[in-house]
């Protein structure tokens, strides 16, 4: 038995056949373009939620490092006027404020939500901001001394390089 095929049945099984390619690929470019979906909004989640627990407890920050300090004083046994004593303390409250980074944070991570949200979404433009907010969360990090907030502020990093891999993929 001989079959025959001619350029026509050839063509036209190359046409359905690129057709279901590309079906497929447009199938699994959205499966793939769902899940990234879900993992930025998970990181930037945690990162709205971490800054929150920062900025809550940004008081009690500046209280402990004032009291850290005061007790370096005493073990030292050095003693200072109450005027170079409040003169200290206000230069470490303004070098270590860290209410200026929180305000970036927020504002990034609020930019990144929208930018991501717009489904149409730019790897440059979402890897500059993401460049940004690493700058201001590794800020944050660098002044917090109370080791669960700085803990929090090290894991908000870490996001920040994970967001900056999947914006690598939407490039």
């Known amino acids: 038995l001989l079959v025959t095929t001619s350029k026509k049945d050839i063509s036209v099984l190359g046409k359905k056949a690129l057709n279901t390619a590309v079906k497929n690929l447009v199938e699994s470019r959205a499966k793939e373009g769902k899940k990234i979906e879900k993992i930025v909004l998970t990181k930037i989640s945690f990162l709205k939620n971490a800054h929150r ?17 005061k007790k370096k004083l005493i073990q ?34 609020e930019s990144l939500q929208k930018l991501f949200l717009l489904k149409n979404a730019h790897g ?20 917090i001394e109370k080791p669960d907030l700085k803990e929090l502020a090290l894991t908000m990093k870490l996001k920040v390089e994970e967001l900056r891999e999947q914006a690598q993929n939407l490039e």
């Open 53 to 69: 627990k920062i900025k809550k407890s940004a008081p009690a920050l500046l209280k402990h490092r004032t009291n850290t300090i």
């Open 76 to 109: 030292k046994n050095i003693t200072l006027s109450q005027d170079e004593l409040s003169n200290e303390l206000s230069n470490v409250a303004l070098k270590h404020d860290v209410a200026e980074e929180l305000e970036r944070i927020s504002f990034h991570a």
């Open 124 to 143: 440059k433009k979402m890897d500059f901001i993401l460049q940004e907010l690493f700058r201001e969360v590794n800020t944050l990090s660098v002044k």
